[in-house]
C-alpha cells in the first residue's frame, strides 16, 4: 500500500513536472522528480514568473524580462506560457515604438505648424523652421532655400541657416542644377551624401565634421517651393525621414500660401499705385479743364467786346453817312 502511494506520488511528480515543463516554462536543465519540494518549488517560481510578467504587461510595461529565457532554451518555449508572454512582450514592445514614434512626428508636426502661423513673410519662416528642424532631427546644421523668380530666371536663394553665423559662409544665390542644392532642385528628389567633402562648411561640433548630408525637394503637388538641406552626424532613420517629408509638405503649402498673399500684396500695390496715378490724371485734367473753360470764358468776353466794338462803330459810320 505505501509502495502504491509513493508510485502515485512519483507519478503525480513527474506530471507535474512535465506540465511545468510544457505549458508553462522549460529551462531543459535534468529534473529530479523524486524530490517533491524541489517540484513542487519550481513550478510556483514559474507560475510567480508568469503572474509578475502579466501584471507587467498589463500595467504598461513592456520592459519586463522571463528571467532565465534566452536564446538557448526559446525554441523549447515557443508554445508554453513563458514564450507565449514574450510575444505579447514584443508585441507591446512593437505598439509602444510605433506610438512614440507616431508621437514624436504629430509633435513635430504641430509646432511647426505653429510656427507657420505666426509668419507672414519667408525670411522669418525659414529662420524659425531651420532652427527647429535641426533640432527636432539632431542635426548640426540647416539650410533653408527659397525658389525666387525676382528676374526672368528662377534661383535659389538662401533665406536663412541655423546656425546663424554660417550663412556668411555659404553662396546665397543658387542656380538650377548648381551645387547640391541645385541638383536637388532639378532632380526634385532628396539627395543623400555618406562622403562629405573635406570643404562643406560645417559646424564645429567638437571639431567632428558631419558624416552626412541630406538635402529634399520642399514640395507639394509636384511644384517645388524651396530646399532644405541639413548636416548630420548620424544618417536619419525611417521615422526621421517620414518627419521630414510631411513636414516639407507643410512647409510648401505654407510657402504657397505666402507667395499667393505676396502676389496679391504686390497686384493690390500696383492697382493702388495706378488708382494714383489716375487720380492724379483726373485732377490734371479737371485743372486743364478748368483753364480751358476760363480761357473759353475770357475769348468769350473778348468776342463780345470786340462785337459791341463792332456795333458802335457801325452806328458811327451810319451817322457819319447820314449827316
Known amino acids: 500500500m505505501i509502495h502504491q502511494k509513493e508510485e502515485h506520488l512519483r507519478q503525480l511528480l513527474e506530471k507535474l513536472d512535465q506540465h511545468n515543463r510544457h505549458y508553462i516554462y522549460h529551462d531543459e536543465f535534468p529534473s529530479d522528480t523524486s524530490d517533491a519540494d524541489a517540484v513542487i518549488e519550481s513550478t510556483m ?115 536663412s541657416c541655423y546656425p546663424d553665423d554660417q550663412k556668411r559662409l555659404i553662396s546665397k544665390v543658387v542656380m538650377k542644377g548648381e551645387g547640391l542644392a541645385g541638383q536637388c532642385w532639378s532632380e526634385g528628389e532628396p539627395l543623400l551624401l555618406t562622403q562629405v567633402p573635406e570643404d562643406y562648411v560645417h559646424v564645429s561640433t567638437g571639431h567632428v565634421a558631419p558624416k552626412y548630408i541630406f538635402i ?6 509636384g511644384k517645388t517651393y524651396g530646399v532644405l538641406e541639413l548636416a548630420l552626424l548620424e544618417n536619419l532613420n525611417d521615422t526621421q525621414l517620414e518627419f521630414i517629408n510631411k513636414a516639407c509638405e507643410r512647409i510648401a503649402a505654407s510657402m504657397a500660401a505666402i507667395k499667393a498673399l505676396e502676389r496679391t500684396q504686390g497686384l ?35 468776342i463780345f467786346r470786340a462785337e459791341e466794338r463792332i456795333k458802335g462803330m457801325e452806328s458811327i459810320y451810319k451817322r457819319f453817312n447820314l449827316n
Open 45 to 159: 517560481v514559474n507560475i510567480q514568473k508568469a503572474n509578475d510578467m502579466m501584471i507587467a504587461l498589463a500595467t504598461g510595461n513592456p520592459a519586463t524580462e522571463w528571467n532565465g529565457l534566452v536564446n538557448t532554451n526559446r525554441a523549447s518555449n515557443k508554445v508554453n506560457m513563458a514564450g507565449n508572454l514574450e510575444k505579447v512582450q514584443d508585441q507591446l514592445r512593437s505598439v509602444k515604438l510605433m506610438y512614440e514614434q507616431h508621437t514624436w512626428i504629430t509633435d513635430g508636426l504641430q509646432e511647426l505648424t505653429e510656427i507657420t502661423h505666426r509668419y507672414q513673410d519667408l525670411q522669418g519662416l525659414g529662420q524659425a523652421l531651420a532652427r527647429r528642424i535641426v533640432s527636432h532631427v539632431g542635426a548640426t546644421q540647416g539650410c533653408f532655400f527659397t525658389v525666387t523668380d525676382e528676374s526672368k530666371d528662377e534661383y535659389l536663394k538662401l533665406v
Open 216 to 221: 529634399t525637394p520642399i514640395k507639394i503637388q
Open 268 to 302: 493690390l500695390h500696383e492697382s493702388k499705385l495706378q488708382a494714383d496715378r489716375m487720380k492724379k490724371e483726373v485732377i490734371l485734367l479737371e485743372r486743364d479743364l478748368t483753364l480751358e473753360r476760363k480761357r473759353s470764358q475770357e475769348l468769350e468776353e473778348l
